[in-house]
């Protein structure tokens, strides 16, 4: 061997001894959509896409809070600290397309905790399904969504319960337990509104009831008067479920109790108003109106170490009703992270295809709302819902 064949032997071995010390890898990604890996000491990277600004804040700010709580119970994966990039959906498909698209163009983020609101969802589904990125949303309940008929992408899933449950039970608990016949629906054109509201009126005709009028408002209206009176005259109704959100919930409210027909109407809302500003949008004219929603009689030692950090890290308690179903969601991403990761050295790498499937084969995990087993097409939820009353400014549960 010539001197120069020599040099260029050693310059190869010291190239090669750099090369692994500074974490190189001789690792293949076989993942059909792709892998995300992460160096040494580089964190695993998530985010979330949640309302967080807007009249209905409160609904996505307590999910992010119960996905950062899982990120500072859960500290690493596999050695590697965690990042969250929060992002806002908006609670509207414009700000789900918005969130999906920053979302998708960063390649070293492996999944995403959202959307908040179903509207959103639908767009940013389609977004990060086409991008082979992974969500969980904490909150999204239109039954659309996990409908492969319908708006489902394949790497959705949820925690929250699907509106098919919610809207029979509410349809349950006016004609049966308040003993009501007469009933309509309102909604606002969302995917999660008209869903939830048609639920509600076919499962209310099908115990015996009559649906007098199913009707919609507009998203930013602030008269809802005209519609009301409709409503008023096709019956009047003895109980009206509008299951839309804060701004218009407030306005429908106030606005009912000043339609002539509708001054003994039972008003009933769902847990797109469950929250302080909710109580404020409605006022007095919400005093005794009843809120379909998930069942939020969590127990347990997790839930109980859950509470108390969400009370010493953000000051009080839950200010809606979807921050566990957030806590569970983000774990399960983390859960599964570390079920498909490939140890390298200090490395690891995951592959996205691997993280769906491990994701919709989520079966018996134990969460803070309850034992979450996945089908095919992402309803994971071990749906429990309640009805709360409101009574003097406090939702008080009083079914079942």
């Known amino acids: 061997m010539t001197k120069r064949s020599l040099i260029i032997l050693g310059l190869l071995v010291v190239a090669s001894m750099v090369l692994a010390a500074c974490g190189g890898s001789s690792y293949e990604c076989d993942d059909p959509i ?25 609904l996505g700010t307590d999910s992010q809070y119960g996905a950062e709580i899982a990120i500072a119970f859960r500290d690493n994966i596999m050695g590697h600290p965690i990042e969250l990039q929060a992002e806002d959906d908006g609670c509207s498909a414009e700000g789900g397309q918005s969130a999906g698209q920053k979302i998708t163009s960063d390649p070293t983020i492996i999944a995403i905790v959202g959307t908040s609101c179903s509207g959103a969802g639908v767009p940013m589904s389609e977004v990060m399904s086409e991008a082979g990125y992974s969500m969980v949303s904490p909150s999204n309940t239109a039954p659309s969504l996990t409908d492969p008929d319908q708006a489902w992408n394949p790497g959705y899933l949820r925690t929250a319960h699907n509106d098919k449950v919610q809207g029979k039970a509410m349809a349950d608990f006016a004609y049966n337990v308040l003993g009501l016949t007469t009933a309509a629906a309102i909604h606002d054109g ?211």
């Open 34 to 58: 792709g892998c995300v890996t992460y160096g040494p000491g580089e964190p695993v990277r998530i985010a979330s896409a949640l309302v967080i600004s807007g009249p209905n804040t409160d």
């Open 190 to 400: 969302d995917p999660y509104t008209e869903g939830l509201a048609r639920v509600f009126a076919d499962s209310f005709e099908e115990l015996g009831g009559t649906i007098v009028e199913f009707t919609a408002v507009n998203k930013g209206d602030t008269d809802m008067r005209p519609v009301l009176s409709a409503v008023a005259a096709a019956g009047p109704p003895e109980f009206l479920y509008y299951p839309v959100f804060t701004a218009e919930g407030g306005f429908l409210t106030k606005q009912a109790k000043e339609v002539t027909g509708l001054e003994n109407t039972v008003l009933a809302a769902a847990d797109g108003m469950i929250s302080s500003a909710a109580i404020e949008a409605v006022g007095e004219a919400g005093e005794g109106m009843y809120f379909s929603g998930p069942d939020l009689s969590f127990s347990g030692d997790i839930y109980d170490k859950f509470l108390a950090k969400y009370i010493e890290d953000y000051g009080s308690e839950p200010i809606s009703v979807f921050h566990a179903h957030a806590f569970d969601a983000t774990n399960m991403i983390f859960d599964c992270i570390e079920e498909v990761a490939v140890q390298d050295g200090e490395s690891i790498h995951i592959g996205r295809q691997a993280l769906r499937t491990c994701l919709y084969s989520t079966s018996g995990k134990q969460g803070i709302t309850g034992t979450l087993t996945c089908n095919e097409y992402g309803d994971c939820a071990d749906p429990k819902i309640s009805v709360s009353q409101l009574t003097n400014g406090e939702y008080v549960k009083v079914w079942p």
